[in-house]
């Protein structure tokens, strides 16, 4: 593939991920409920997959690079905590230990009831032995 | 008469100086990362403490930094959006599991909840500072309409989500080991339900199925919650 063609291939997935968010956006300005506009455009989004409308290998790449570029866009929020301070400091304590005992709590009460529930079915038994690795399916 | 520039006018008057900053305090977080192989060294966490200290060294506003810093967070929408393609390369996978999934993230949204209520009344913590902490696990754009409605502080939910976030993309790893969680499904759906967005991008490094769950469970856990939190918040 040459470059020319590979930027015009990125190009063409980000138009169309932009566009479902777009989409997701309206969605969250038309409907009263509190879901946010992305969860309406992931939801749009998967649809659109499944009916194949858009194919995998047409959003693929672009929204791989998006997700894996995902922990720099939170950089900016987290530096929030500098302008909340002052709310948040007579709060420390208790914040300080519920936030890291319910984390755990949530992990292990989700992870052991998945594990105990798989392990009673076959296909769970099947999924713990896929090796891991992405698969492209545009190469 | 002279007039000299401080650099929160120079960051201020930059439409790629919070931008540049933030990039940079990432890198030096892989980095550091890459040179101690600690789990301690997420470069996320890194990269906020850098950037925090960057502003109280220099004496530079948050609103200067967010002036620019702030089209970071723009993408984020678009990368929730694209958080359906792992989705959908695991569909198979969520198809033939789906009671084990949403019995398990009930559970996570329950647990969480309920350990919540208990700690609160423990620390003798308001309502307002009950229902602030109440959605702290799931996504930041969920968590923040859920505090707003149940009148709590949205500034410090947004950072107990933060700090929730970061602290399971970190624990994920060893807890899973620790406590024998050893199907990649269950190690995605615990990640996703405890720690939303941040803690994928941990399960995203674990596996491609770890993080296709677990961006499920941060949508499925987000929407359970919703309608959890109100129940939940009645009670105290």
Excluded at chain 2, 45 to 66: C, G, K, N, P, T
Excluded at chain 2, 179 to 192: C, D, E, H, T, W
Excluded at chain 2, 199 to 208: D, H, P, Q, R, Y
């Amino acid at each position: 593939m040459s470059r020319g063609d590979l930027v015009v291939k990125y190009f063409r997935q980000f138009v169309i991920i932009m566009f479902v968010t777009c989409i997701g956006e309206v969605l969250h300005y038309l409907l009263p409920l509190p879901i946010p506009a992305s969860i309406y455009g992931l939801a749009v989004m998967l649809v659109l997959l499944m009916t194949r409308a858009v194919k995998l290998e047409n959003v693929g790449r672009a929204a791989d690079l998006l997700v894996e570029l995902m922990p720099l866009m939170f950089i900016p929020a987290g530096v929030g905590l500098v302008a909340s301070w002052t709310d948040l400091k007579c709060i420390l304590v208790p914040v300080l230990v519920i936030t890291p005992a319910v984390t755990v709590i949530v992990m292990i009460v989700t992870g052991k009831t998945s594990d105990w529930l798989l392990s009673r079915t076959e296909s769970g038994r099947e999924t713990a032995e896929v090796p891991d690795g992405k698969a492209y399916d545009d190469e | 008469m002279e007039r000299r520039m401080t650099m929160n006018e120079l960051i201020l008057n930059s439409t790629t100086a919070g931008v540049v900053i933030s990039l940079l305090a990432y890198g030096a977080g892989i980095f550091l990362r890459r040179k101690t192989k600690s789990d301690l060294c997420n470069p996320l966490l890194i990269s906020i403490v850098l950037v925090i200290a960057f502003l109280l060294i220099f004496r530079i506003d948050y609103a200067s930094y967010s002036r620019s810093a702030q089209y970071l967070s723009y993408l984020l929408t678009p990368a929730t959006v694209s958080l359906a393609i792992p989705l959908y390369r695991q569909m198979d996978l969520l198809k033939k599991n789906l009671a084990a999934i949403l019995i398990s993230v009930l559970a996570g949204v329950i647990s969480s909840l309920g350990s919540i209520l208990i700690l609160s009344a423990a620390f003798g913590l308001t309502h307002a500072q009950y229902v602030t902490l109440l959605p702290k696990s799931i996504t930041t754009a969920i968590g923040m309409g859920v505090s707003e409605e149940l009148g709590g502080n949205v500034t410090i939910s947004v950072a107990a989500i933060i700090v929730t976030g970061v602290f399971g993309n970190m624990v994920i790893e060893p807890v899973c080991r620790i406590f024998r969680i050893k199907n990649p499904v269950s190690k995605g759906l615990a990640a996703g339900t405890a720690s939303h967005a941040i803690g994928t991008a941990k399960a995203m490094e674990m596996g491609e199925i770890e993080g296709s769950m677990s961006s499920l469970a941060i949508v499925v856990s987000g929407l359970i919650t919703v309608v959890c939190a109100s129940v939940f918040a009645g009670m105290y």
